[in-house]
């Protein structure tokens, strides 16, 4: 697996990280979850991933309302082994439908991630979904900030993030430089260019270190398009459905995925270090971590380029949030 340097915080994570929003949510073959969750297969997922080399999980107590915690806790209890091999970020400020940023109420979710996870420190911690604060209130020192703070002075964190669902809410986060790290979805993919505007300027001005999420756009840039298949909270227009799949077609000339090419598009621009991606079961999981070590010659992404440029984003429609 290939690496880079996250930022500022000068760790270095495997260029492809490990995703957890949906873990041990059973999805169906059309692309819609079923009920409940598969907490086994949920293990299994967590294992594969560090053993392949995702060395950074990602999650949040948003992620199934604390499950995934639970699951990555119990998956590095029975593996001792690959809890020194890895990091866990996770973040603070949202559960569910619930939101606290105040300083009381981030110590006391960060003591039930530490519980839940089975951890005493973390490397990165990150404010969750901020978008509908006001931010001097998120920022406060008896605010979410103030609390990571606080945690810092008591080496239960090393570096504190931003990770807004919304790449304009993000922005002016990532533009105090206050902030080491930033979780970026919805803004940098084959398909997509928001970073350019609301991101890259502030990450690079205060060497914010990206961990970009959705990089595959709920997997349309892993499989290419899929008949019948539906994708969370994304609706795609039938010209880039086309646009990905003549992507698609350069790739099998060249031999190697799709996937290999979406993940490796991003991590090449200089400011994100690492695309955070899931997968429904352990075998996605290894496929997305193979894609990080991937040689791709210099001739593909040449020829890739006229695929790519000139791209209207109107043709990518984001429903609702995550």
Not at 87 to 97: A, D, E, I, L, Y
Not at 153 to 173: H, K, L, M, T
Not at 230 to 252: E, H, M, T
């Amino acid at each position: 697996m290939q690496s880079k340097i996250l930022g500022r915080t000068g760790l270095e994570v495997p260029i492809v990280s490990f995703g957890t929003a949906f873990l041990a949510r059973v999805m169906g073959a059309d692309g819609h979850f079923l009920p409940g969750v598969d907490e086994d297969v949920g293990v299994e997922n967590v294992v594969a991933a560090i053993e392949a080399g995702c060395t950074l999980v990602d999650t949040a107590p948003l992620y199934g309302n604390t499950v995934s915690e639970k699951i990555i806790g119990r998956a590095l209890r029975e593996r001792p082994d690959l809890a020194e091999k890895c990091t866990v970020t996770t973040k603070v400020g949202r559960s569910g439908n619930e939101y606290d940023f105040s300083f009381d109420g981030v110590m006391q979710q960060v003591e039930d991630s530490q519980e839940r996870l089975g951890l005493d420190a973390f490397d990165v911690l990150y404010i969750h979904d901020p978008m509908d604060f006001p931010m001097q209130q998120v920022m406060a020192k008896d605010g979410a900030l103030g609390a990571l703070r606080k945690l810092q002075d008591e080496g239960v964190v090393r570096f504190v993030g931003i990770a807004a669902n919304d790449p304009d809410s993000n922005g002016p986060y990532i533009d105090t430089g206050e902030f080491d790290a930033s979780v970026v979805p919805d803004a940098w993919s084959l398909l997509n260019r928001t970073a350019d505007t609301f991101i890259f300027p502030g990450a690079e001005k205060h060497n914010v270190g990206i961990a970009l999420a959705t990089p595959l756009e709920r997997g349309l840039l892993a499989t290419g398009p899929l008949p019948g298949h539906s994708y969370v909270n994304r609706n795609f227009s039938q010209a880039i459905l086309d646009r990905v799949g003549r992507i698609k077609a350069l790739c099998d000339d060249y031999g190697f995925p799709l996937v290999a090419a979406s993940l490796q598009w991003c991590t090449r621009h200089p400011l994100i270090a690492t695309a955070i991606c899931g997968g429904r079961n352990k075998e996605e999981t290894i496929q997305n971590a193979e894609a990080g070590s991937i040689e791709i010659p210099e001739a593909f992404w040449d020829d890739l380029e006229p695929l790519i440029q000139d791209w209207d984003q109107g043709h990518v429609v984001k429903v609702g949030k995550t």
